[in-house]
């Protein structure tokens, strides 16, 4: 049994998550459905970011992601997005921080449903806001080894 998360993030800690529907792929319509369900959060719990206009999303590279429909929104509605560049988990936060923290508590854990899943993921979410600090920063370093990289391979573990 697999659930699918989409979670959204910053420094200061979660800003909305929402689990894919059971049987439901991430294509551009359901994609422009969560960001609007997104841009409604950040307008809640993060209001000077919203009255400034001073938010940015970043996310992958994925079909849904990358389609025109969503550039369509994305560009009227005024979203600023961080590129990310193919193939490089290193250097998404989701990728080499959240997620990988939620696998780690909950590796060897067996549920019987999926609202059980759910809630216990959800339960995960309370990490400190230091950690989210820290992640961002770490962001900040692989940018800054890839760019002193010249885009070529390098591991990011023997960095830290």
């Known amino acids: ?3 699918m998360l989409l979670v959204f ?3 200061q800690g979660i800003i ?9 792929t991430v294509n551009k319509e359901l994609y422009i459905s969560v960001l609007k369900r997104l841009r409604e959060a950040v307008r809640q719990k993060r209001p000077q970011l919203w ?3 001073s938010w940015v999303l970043h996310h992958d590279n994925g ?6 429909l969503v550039h369509n929104f994305l560009a009227k509605n005024e979203m600023t997005v961080v590129p990310q560049p193919p193939y490089s988990p290193d250097l998404a936060p989701a990728d080499f921080f959240l997620f990988l923290k939620l696998k780690f508590t909950l590796k060897g854990r067996r549920f019987d449903t999926v609202d059980e899943i759910q809630k216990n993921s959800t339960n ?3 990490i400190p806001k230091e950690a989210f600090q820290k992640a961002f920063q770490s962001w900040q370093k692989r940018w800054e080894w890839c760019v002193a990289s010249e885009g070529n391979y390098f591991e990011v573990d023997k960095l830290e």
């Not at 909305?16 to 439901?24: A, C, D, M, W």
């Not at 079909?63 to 025109?68: G, K, L, M, R």
């Open 1 to 3: 049994m697999k659930v």
């Open 9 to 11: 993030f910053d420094w």
């Open 16 to 24: 909305h998550h929402e689990f894919v529907p059971r049987g439901q």
């Open 51 to 53: 009255m400034k206009q």
């Open 63 to 68: 079909t849904a992601h990358s389609s025109f």
């Open 124 to 126: 995960e979410f309370a």
